[in-house]
């Protein structure tokens, strides 16, 4: 199983500070993707990142692959309460159509 | 299209009850999964479909089963349940080959205790 560590584990920050969580592997992943999960609900998939080096962003996320394709981050500018829960990594092993490894997570809370 | 579906939301079942977990979705997606979050512990997948009346196990299927005999539903059975088996529990779909590129589309989940 190709693991997929991410660090944080827990991020607790105010709101309008700017935050960094990453997402590494030992192994070579095709493609990565974060996934955000609200309490009580299921995750929901934020970007796709296919290329070695790809930036992708979205409103205040900025995503990056990197260049070896063994790990991502996530940079979130100027936090707000609704960015608070868990943000998951995941990638599909290789010679899998179907299958994600998922990472543990980084649980997000942004106070007011 | 309301998208993936599960039923019930909650559920208290006591050492050796039964239940099955509903999944249904509407948006036409082949594969079909389960998975178990535990606090800490991510996403484990504990059963797949690719199609109706294929399934297959995943990283963590003892103690469960599934039968898929439509594309649209998925059900997740426990036979004997036990403490081990209190969790959230996930389905979601995808189309195929897509999982990598379009990912996977999950319901709200089923919080499930046994006591």
């Known amino acids: 199983t190709q693991l997929l560590e991410q660090s944080p584990q827990f991020l607790s920050i105010q709101e309008g500070e700017n935050l960094t969580v990453y997402c590494n592997s030992s192994s070579v992943f095709s493609s990565l993707q974060w996934y955000r999960q609200e309490p009580g609900e299921g995750p929901v998939l934020l970007v796709t990142?296919?290329?070695?080096?790809e930036v992708k962003k979205l409103k205040r996320l900025t995503f990056q692959f990197g260049d070896a394709r063994k790990d991502s981050s996530l940079h979130i500018t100027a936090a707000q309460p609704g960015d608070t829960g868990l943000y998951l990594c995941?990638?599909?092993?290789?010679?899998?159509?179907?299958?994600?490894?998922f990472g543990k997570g980084t649980s997000l809370l942004v106070t007011p | 299209n309301a998208g993936v579906t599960q039923t019930p939301k909650f559920r208290i079942l006591k050492i050796g009850q039964s239940m099955t977990l509903q999944c249904t979705q509407d948006?036409?997606?082949?594969?079909m999964y389960w998975y178990r979050q535990d606090p800490g512990m991510g996403l484990k997948l504990i059963y797949y479909?690719?199609?109706?009346?294929?399934?297959d196990k995943g990283e963590v299927p003892n103690g469960y089963n599934v039968s898929r005999s439509t594309t649209e539903d998925f059900p997740l059975r426990l036979e004997l349940a036990a403490p081990s088996q209190t969790s959230v529990y996930f389905c979601?779909?995808?189309?195929?080959?897509?999982?990598?590129?379009?990912?996977?589309?999950f319901g709200p989940g089923t919080r499930l205790t046994v006591l």
């Open positions: 479909s690719v199609g109706a009346g294929i399934t």
């Open positions: 990142v296919v290329t070695g080096g």
């Open positions: 995941a990638g599909p092993p290789p010679n899998s159509g179907y299958a994600l490894n």
């Open positions: 948006m036409n997606h082949n594969y």
């Open positions: 979601a779909s995808t189309l195929r080959g897509t999982s990598g590129k379009l990912g996977q589309f």
